[in-house]
């Protein structure tokens, strides 16, 4: 039966870990800006197939 | 290919188009910024968005202030003499191509290691390496892109700023330990379901007090960091004798906290550790709800936001320096560069002065000055440079006096009482009597459940769905009012809005528009030819009122005039083959000067002869008289403004006949005039638009910013409303007045519940069960009705 002190300490355990992570992101500023990053996520992309002069092209026409 | 937009910027480029590159660019600035992208592979940046660039701004000498050590190391958010970190506030950036080109600002310039763009505040915080590029340099590098700072005096008392996370944390723990104890608790609630014969389950009973103590721990951050707030708030309540919504949240967090408690101690039950986390839960999330904040927007601006740090001082030898604004004294000799605002009151010197006062009055026609006039604190030089003598510091200036008077050290908010406390004044009394009488009676019947009475009472009673109903009404109306370009500064705002009963208008740049001017013309017809002439010699002027001229005039041939002469604030004078025409000032034009009329005037003679003269008037806001007459059935009505009579006679025919009109108004004489009002128990909105407005916006109930672009300039206010909203206002305050209504409504919703506990209270049977379903329940169905009912009155905006 005390396999539920075993089970209590490792739910609050994972519980705590979450909460940890939840407390260090709002200290990194992580809800500060809500916009910014959701825009920038989106750059990496460009910049790997990045070839700037054709895709100047299609824009124009 | 055919191009009419300049592939950087947008602009129309049909008078001087550049072809460059294949693409087409307004102006060699375009062209460069362009050049500098493409030279550091960053042409991308067109790609994310079609012509997101600005024009780059001369700015020779400008910054030369960032050379000065001491007002650089206050900008600088970190500083260890190699790297330095500072945040500059950009008011370009709109768009995606703003934050891709500002982050990869590295590629450009190698010594820039970081920048990271805030897109809500509209800021770059830059971290680069101070031995290979100097601040200026840095600043000069972002404007030559076409991205310049706005650096003004607001950063330098400021300093660094600290950041309040507390509520997040408050309602991120509070959440987590509302999940918890609810799992915690859970057991115990099917024991009570499954179990009627009396005998508990063998295991919850061995493991019992294990749970019961997890949800005490859990608990305790909860009532000792989470509801922090509440306790402080009913406290001052308390100590200035009011009974404020918070006294009775206070009450009711302790008597859970307490009670449970000792019921886990002597193992009477297991507490109300849910209900009452669950409390502190909700009502934070209301909190967090409420707090609709608008970045990008900024409510506390006083003259500091617009001026600038540091001004270029001229010594006695002739030689330059660049000093702080706050070390101007009297006596010195300025130099005013174009594009620069001018710090203090002061004498003109030299130089040709054309003044734009819009910060100041909302007027943007600019002001011609001649040498040996007095200019004013607060207005931006457009000619080229000016010098000019002090006359008196900042501080003391004509317009940064007004900042000295005890309106702008109030809190407004603080001295009104809103609608939740008013009534929770009558709920707490009538709460507690009820809790003593009870408890009187089962002393008398059975006085072992007297205290167990006593407690359930103040437990259910405590108002959570109450305490919601305004925040989340509020809270979405707020939202709704911002889609609508209509942004409160927050939620007491919307209460104040619906008990006015005064409004009061600013006239120029409120009921005005700022961008155009209705001229009408009177005197002789002109000839075509004649009228050709006259606007191809309006061409060649850049004041002011030549450009809005030229601009109505019919579309003609352009001529080449044989001789064009520009006489200083005079006129202006054109030949065209034998026909001379004269535009300007009646003496120039040879006529006498003309009282009469006040309003702007152009003359025009032809040959000599006097021909006529176009009279500008000031061109009112779409939907004026319109929405005066909406407004005239409920309120009064009045318009203060800082000009002279001359448009009196229009207004009066626009507006309905019970408007008062006050002309001539100084500053002090609006904050006065509504104060007077005040004290005769009016409550006033104020809509105004300039710094001038500032103490009128700050001394009324509310005050409204009328803005064409909210992202530039608006004095300190409770609300800014986008121009083109203007006729929208009346809309408005009745939303306003509906929320009220349903946050009523709510309360009687919510007071149902409160009967419905006080049934099982009274009578003694509440089990931690029964206050668990109740609670979150009314609070659920108290945001869903206010959230609901909000949207069906938002929805009648336009």
Known sequence: MSVIYILLTISIIVAVIFFIAFILAVKNGQYDDSYTPSVRMLFEDELVKEKPNKSIQTKQD | ?798
């Open chain 2, 1 to 798: 290919m055919e191009h009419h937009s300049c592939f950087h910027c947008g602009l129309d480029t049909k008078d001087s188009e550049i072809i460059f590159d294949g693409k087409s660019f307004c102006c060699n600035g375009c062209k460069t910024v362009y050049e500098i992208f493409s030279a550091n592979d960053l042409t991308c940046y067109y790609d994310l968005q079609q012509a997101p660039g600005a024009t780059p701004k001369d700015i020779e000498g400008k910054y030369n202030f960032l050379e000065n050590p001491k007002i650089i190391e206050q900008l600088l958010e970190f500083n260890d003499g190699n790297t330095q970190i500072v945040t500059l506030y950009i008011p370009h950036i709109h768009c995606s191509s703003c934050i891709w080109i500002l982050e990869n600002l590295n590629k450009i310039h190698p010594s820039v290691s970081v920048s990271i763009v805030n897109f809500g505040k509209k800021n770059v915080r830059i971290t680069y390496n101070a031995e290979l590029l100097s601040l200026k340099d840095l600043v000069i590098l972002l404007n030559s892109i076409g991205y310049e700072p706005f650096i003004s005096l607001d950063d330098y008392s400021t300093g660094k700023k600290h950041i309040d996370r507390s509520l997040i944390y408050k309602l991120g723990i509070a959440g987590f330990a509302f999940g918890n104890v609810m799992f915690l608790s859970f057991p115990e609630y099917f024991d009570l379901f499954t179990n009627k014969t009396g005998i508990n389950e063998f295991w919850l009973e061995q493991y019992k007090p294990l749970f019961r103590w997890l949800m005490f721990a859990f608990s305790v951050p909860v009532v000792f960091y989470s509801s922090q707030e509440y306790f402080i708030s009913a406290f001052k309540g308390l100590r200035s004798k009011i009974l404020n919504i918070d006294v009775p949240i206070a009450l009711g967090i302790s008597v859970l906290f307490i009670r449970s408690t000792f019921e886990i101690i002597f193992n009477h039950g297991s507490g109300f550790f849910d209900s009452l986390t669950g409390l502190v839960f909700f009502l934070l999330l209301g909190r967090f709800f409420q707090q609709k904040t608008y970045t990008f927007l900024s409510f506390e601006r006083d003259y500091k936001s617009y001026f600038p740090i540091g001004i270029t001082k001229i010594i006695s030898d002739g030689t330059e320096e660049s000093i702080q604004v706050y070390d101007i004294e009297k006596g010195d000799r300025l130099l005013i560069r174009n594009e620069e605002l001018i710090p203090v009151d002061c004498i003109l010197i030299k130089g040709n002065a054309r003044i734009d006062y819009s910060f100041v009055t909302g007027e943007s026609k600019t002001v011609i000055k001649n040498s040996g006039d007095k200019l004013f604190a607060g207005g931006k030089q457009l000619d080229g440079s000016i010098e000019v003598d002090v006359l008196k510091s900042v501080e003391q200036s004509y317009l940064t006096q007004l900042w000295s008077n005890d309106v702008f050290k109030t809190d407004k908010e603080k001295t009104f009482t809103s609608i939740t406390n008013n009534i929770s004044q009558y709920f707490t009394v009538v709460v507690l009597s009820i809790a003593f009488i009870t408890t009187a009676y089962w002393l008398l019947v059975d006085s072992s459940k007297a205290l167990n009475v006593f407690t359930s009472i103040l437990i259910i009673a405590c108002p959570c769905a109450f305490a919601l109903s305004a925040p989340f009404t509020f809270g979405n109306i707020l939202r709704i009012l911002g889609k609508k370009k209509f942004y409160l500064k927050n939620a007491s705002v919307i209460e104040q809005l619906a008990k006015i009963n005064t409004i009061i208008f600013d006239k120029t740049g409120t009921i005005t528009a700022n961008k155009d001017t209705q001229i009408e013309y009177e005197g002789v017809a002109l000839s075509t030819e004649e009228e050709a002439i006259l606007k191809s010699t309006l061409r060649g002027s850049n004041h002011p009122l030549s450009r809005s001229l030229y601009n109505i005039l019919d579309e003609h041939d352009i001529l080449t005039l044989d001789s064009y002469e520009e006489y200083l604030g005079e006129g202006i004078s054109g030949q065209y083959k034998q026909s001379h025409i004269k535009v300007g000032s009646a003496p120039f034009v040879g006529r006498a000067t003309d009282t009469a009329t006040l309003n702007t005037s152009v003359h025009i003679s032809s040959n000599n002869a006097y021909k006529g003269k176009f009279t500008f008037y000031n061109a009112y806001r779409k939907g004026l008289s319109q929405l005066f007459n909406q407004l005239k059935k409920h309120y009064d009505l009045a318009i203060l403004s800082g000009d002279n009579e001359g448009e009196k006679e229009n207004l009066t025919k626009l507006l309905p006949a019970k408007t008062k009109l006050l002309f001539n108004q100084k500053p002090e004489d609006k904050l006065e005039y509504i104060k007077y009002h005040q004290s005769e128990g009016a409550h006033v909105l104020m809509v105004g638009d300039g710094l001038n407005d500032a103490g009128a916006l700050a001394q009324s109930n509310v005050g409204i910013a009328i803005s064409e672009n909210v992202n530039v300039f608006s004095p300190a206010c409770d609300a800014i409303l986008d121009a083109s909203k203007f006729d929208q206002l009346y809309q408005f305050i009745k939303l306003s007045k509906t929320s009220l209504k349903i946050i009523k409504w709510s309360f009687a919703l919510s007071f149902i519940y409160n009967v419905v506990g006080l049934y099982f209270a009274v009578t003694g049977q509440l089990a931690p069960v029964v206050a668990a379903i109740l609670m979150p329940l009314s609070s659920i169905s108290i945001v869903s009705f206010t959230t609901l009912a909000t949207n069906v009155a938002g929805r009648k905006l336009k």
